[in-house]
């Protein structure tokens, strides 16, 4: 989704996370958020880095 010139991508179901991962600059709005559950990686929030979440989505559909 894109508002006032930012993008924010979300993906996976974050639901029951027990530890989220930021890599990146969440002040400078330019980060992605990994969502965990049990050291899994279950979900994923990036702003401004559209890329990561889709290369998440790629690699958790072929790992199954």
Do not use: C, P, Q
Not at 12 to 17: D, L, M, Q, T, V
């Amino acid at each position: 989704a894109r508002h006032w010139d930012k993008t924010l991508n979300y993906s996976g179901i974050g639901k029951g996370y027990d530890d989220i991962i930021i890599d990146g600059d969440i002040n400078e709005l330019s980060f992605v958020a990994y969502y965990a559950l049990k050291g899994k990686i279950v979900a994923s929030a990036s702003m401004n880095k559209s890329n990561v979440t889709y290369i998440y989505i790629y690699m958790n559909f072929r790992l199954k």
